[in-house]
Structures are given as C-alpha cells and as structure tokens.
C-alpha cells in the first residue's frame, strides 16, 4: 500500500477511535449524571418527608404547636415546615406542608410533602372490658393468701363504699383454693369484704362476653369507637409519650413505670420475677397472645394491668386485672402467695385519662 494511503487509513482509524471514546466517555459521563440526578430527587424527596414527620410528631406530643421549621438543615438540605388549622372531609385538621431544598445554582433540586393531621380524641369513659377487679378469658384458680377484692378502693388503698365491681368475671372456671379470699360489690351496690368462699353474688365465672371477647390491649379499651384502633397504645409507648416504654426485653425498663408501658414479648416469651412498679397502663402482649407475666414479686402498680397470661401475682395491683389468652400454656393459677388485686376507679381512670392527655 503507498505511504500516503496508509497514511489516511490510519488517520481514519484514530479518528474513529477518537469519536468512539468520546461517544463512551459521554456515555458514562450522562449515565454518572442520571445516577447522580436519581440519588438527589430520592434524597430531596426523603428530606421533605421527614420534615412533615417532625412536625406530625411535634404535634402529638403538643396539640398547640404550630411554629413549624424555618431553614431547618437536615440531612444535607433545607427545610421549611408550615402548619395551618383547615378543614379536610368535614373534619377539623392542620394542614402540613414541608418543603425541601438542596444543591446550588447547576444542581438545585426541590420537593414539597404535603400531610393532614387529625389528632383523634381518645373518649375518657371507663374501659367496658373492665367487669371486676380481675376479667380473664380462662378458668383462674386463687390460691395461697391471694387477695381479689372489687370493692371500690383509692389509690392509697382506703376503701369507697358502694362504687365497686365483682371480684372476678371470667369466661372460664372459678376455683377458689387454699387461703385465698374474694370481695367485691354486687349489683345492687352492696359491698362484700373478701372471704372464702366468696359471696356468690360478686362473681361471675363461665361468662358469655358479647360480640366475642377481645384478644388485643387496644380492642380491650373500647376499640376505634372509643378512639384506640388497633396500634394506639403501641405507638403511644414508641413515642415515649408522658413517659411511656416499648421493650421486647423487661431487663430494659426503667423505673417507675408511667403512661403506656408496652411488654412485647416474643412467642411463648416468659417475663418471670417481673417488678411492675409504676402507675399507668401495663402491656405484656403478642400477636400470638401467649406472651406470659409470671412470678410478678416485687413493686405496686396502680392502673389498668393486661396481658395475655398472668401466673403468680405476688405482690399488690390497684385497678384492674385483664388476661386476654383463652388457653394460657403457662397455668391458671393468677395468685399463690400474698398478693392482693384492689378494684380502683380512680387509678383506672387516671390510667385512662393520662393516655388521653399523651
């Protein structure tokens, strides 16, 4: 081949190689950009969100506040929070809209996230799963010196003459054994100091709950028609609101107990040589309704007590009991030693009233 023509060919060659890499080179250059660009509009879109989770959050904890988020630098951009009282679908709300910005004059990204929030009232009425100082779901037997009296007490502990409940309502069995005593006051508001045997008339034993009993803490309290749809008391005790606890392990407490305190044990967990020491209402549950408090030995707790299977109540319970298993793999026996139930509206309804107030 002549020098010349071979020389065009390989400048015909290096100018297709040139072409080819800078065709490549774009190619990736575009790609990195598009990468780049997906990443910023994720990111940006997230920072929005998160901005209208704050405030939500803030909300719940202050119903009043309304302040919002002024050039709040959050996770590598900018947010602005504005909050505003409306009304959405007949229904009081405040509205929430969060903008987000990030990047600079070549890379600016923008996104607003836009919510409604409606705090719901929680109704302040007396829990209608409540029936006596003790409603299980099972046969219970007492034994030992167990104490279950639903006269009406204080929290202090004094007694209050006319106002109180049954001992015991279940949906089981009734056996009464060894020391134990039952009191309680009837429907016609006559008082019983506790006995053995108790007096008929202040428990119920082999009851029909009607529309079927609960088998969740929030359906006990009444449900969404008293204002807890399923996952309100949780999510109360993740918040952490008015000093609530969510734990999947006891050891994790801390003490007093106050507000919500939501036990959520594995299935078949055991929470054994429990302190239950606080006020509140206290949670020990499972999506299997098998998770078990047992050898409850030390601390006084005032409220509402729940839980899935209750075994060996050996210390004091001001309020009410509620066990929710209808077949409790670890026993009926709720008390075997010196441990006492006292029936107490007014803890019950400090309960209640403190996770309205949350």
């Given at each position: ?59 719940i ?6 302040t ?104 089981g ?35 029909s ?17 008293n ?7 949780k ?35 055991k ?5 239950i ?50 077949d409790?793999a ?29």
């Amino acid at each position: 081949m002549p020098g010349k023509a071979l020389i065009i060919l390989l400048a015909g060659i290096l100018s297709i190689a040139g072409i080819t890499y800078m065709n490549i080179f774009d190619s990736g250059r575009k790609m990195n950009q598009s990468t780049s660009d997906s990443y910023s509009n994720m990111q940006v879109k997230n920072i929005a969100e998160a901005g209208a989770q704050m405030a939500v959050r803030q909300m719940i904890k202050d119903t009043a506040w309304r302040t919002g988020y002024q050039n709040l630098k959050l996770f590598g951009g900018t947010i602005n929070v504005r909050l505003k009282d409306t009304i959405f679908d007949t229904t009081s709300v405040v509205k929430v809209v969060s903008i987000a910005t990030m990047g600079g004059t070549d890379d600016f990204k923008s996104w607003t996230a836009t919510c409604y929030f409606n705090r719901f009232k929680r109704l302040t009425i007396f829990p209608p799963s409540i029936k006596g100082a003790a409603t299980t779901n099972s046969t219970i037997t007492t034994l030992g010196d167990m104490n279950v009296d639903g006269r009406d007490h204080t929290i202090s502990g004094a007694l209050l003459s006319g106002t109180g409940s049954l001992g015991i309502w279940t949906t089981g069995g009734l056996y009464q054994s060894g020391s134990s005593t039952i009191g309680g006051t009837n429907s016609g508001g006559t008082d019983y100091a506790p006995s053995k045997p108790a007096n008929a008339s202040i428990v119920s034993y082999n009851q029909s709950y009607p529309g079927g009993y609960p088998n969740s803490p929030d359906s006990l309290l009444g449900g969404p028609a008293n204002g807890y749809p399923e996952g309100t008391l949780k999510s109360i005790a993740i918040a952490g609101l008015g000093g609530s606890q969510y734990v999947t392990n006891p050891v994790n407490l801390t003490y007093p107990l106050r507000g919500v305190t939501y036990v959520e044990l594995p299935s078949g967990g055991k929470w054994s040589s429990a302190n239950i020491d606080g006020t509140g209402i206290l949670v020990i549950h499972n999506s299997s309704v098998n998770a078990t408090i047992t050898n409850i030995n030390s601390g006084v707790f005032a409220g509402i007590f729940m839980a899935d299977e209750v075994v060996r109540i050996h210390t004091n319970i001001i309020g009410a009991l509620i066990a929710i298993s209808h077949d409790p793999a670890s026993g009926d026996c709720i008390g075997n030693g010196t441990g006492s139930i006292l029936f107490s509206r007014q803890a019950i309804m400090n309960a209640v009233n403190l996770v309205n107030l949350t």
